[in-house]
């Protein structure tokens, strides 16, 4: 999966030589740098086998977000099977110019957009559109998902969409909107996952 960056980290982190590996679809195989600094963290590549398991028949032509980008794995995996455009936000600078290159390199910048910008802020200062999937997977202890969620429910999200949330398994899921229905959850060690389905 991707990596994430905790909203502290400086924009003057000097990067060393890290890599993604896509795992299926146009990209498959390919292998991206992404910056290896203080506060990115990797997730399994059998959590990201898992989640595109549930979400693949949903991803072709499909609109979608990836709010914490960091190595924009979730991102870029959703691009090469098939979805039609990714919105990346993430609040570092180093990671999104680098998610800027890795789409030149792959010929995709008219797939993506990439915003270097707080992912709250965005979402409550941004003209909304209707994404199909969210892939939520904040820096861990820090509060992310309850500022984020009600953003969502203001636009962002199409009937019927679908809304992948990670996070650590100690913690507790803020209080949820009674349309969104769990699909999917599982444990892969210190990390939950889940996949919700949102109804209007």
Same mark, same amino acid.
């Given at each position: 999966?991707?990596k994430?960056?905790?909203?502290?980290?400086?924009?003057?982190?000097? $990067?060393?030589? !890290?890599?993604?590996?896509?795992?299926?679809g146009?990209?498959?195989?390919?292998?991206?740098?992404?910056?290896?600094?203080?506060?990115?963290?990797?997730?399994p590549?059998?959590?990201?086998?898992?989640?595109?398991?549930?979400?693949?028949?949903?991803?072709?032509?499909?609109?979608?977000?990836?709010?914490?980008?960091?190595? +924009?794995?979730? +991102?870029?995996?959703?691009?090469?099977?098939? $979805?039609?455009?990714?919105?990346?936000?993430?609040?570092?600078?180093?990671? !999104? =110019? =680098?998610? =800027?290159?890795?789409?030149a390199?792959?010929?995709?910048?008219?797939?993506?957009?990439?915003? $270097?910008?707080?992912?709250?802020?965005? %979402? *409550?200062?941004?003209?909304?559109?209707?994404? *199909?999937?969210?892939?939520?997977?904040?820096?861990?202890?820090?509060g992310?998902?309850?500022?984020?969620?009600?953003?969502?429910?203001? +636009? &962002?999200?199409?009937?019927?969409?679908?809304?992948?949330?990670?996070?650590?398994?100690?913690?507790? %899921?803020?209080?949820?909107?009674?349309? &969104?229905?769990?699909?999917?959850?599982?444990?892969?060690? =210190?990390?939950v996952?889940?996949?919700?389905?949102?109804?209007?």
């Amino acid at each position: 999966m991707k990596k994430k960056v905790l909203s502290n980290v400086s924009n003057k982190s000097k $990067a060393k030589a !890290s890599r993604l590996r896509i795992i299926a679809g146009e990209w498959r195989s390919r292998q991206l740098p992404i910056p290896d600094i203080e506060g990115l963290r990797p997730t399994p590549d059998r959590v990201r086998e898992t989640l595109f398991n549930w979400i693949n028949a949903y991803l072709p032509g499909a609109v979608c977000g990836d709010l914490f980008c960091g190595s +924009g794995a979730l +991102g870029l995996e959703a691009l090469s099977r098939g $979805a039609k455009h990714m919105t990346f936000v993430d609040n570092s600078r180093v990671v !999104s =110019q =680098q998610m =800027q290159t890795n789409l030149a390199t792959l010929g995709a910048t008219d797939k993506a957009n990439v915003i $270097a910008q707080n992912a709250a802020v965005f %979402l *409550d200062t941004v003209t909304p559109h209707a994404m *199909d999937i969210v892939f939520l997977d904040p820096p861990f202890r820090k509060g992310w998902l309850a500022q984020i969620i009600p953003l969502l429910e203001k +636009g &962002w999200l199409a009937d019927r969409a679908l809304v992948y949330i990670e996070m650590e398994k100690e913690a507790d %899921l803020p209080a949820l909107p009674s349309h &969104w229905t769990l699909l999917k959850e599982k444990v892969a060690g =210190q990390l939950v996952y889940r996949l919700f389905e949102i109804s209007k």
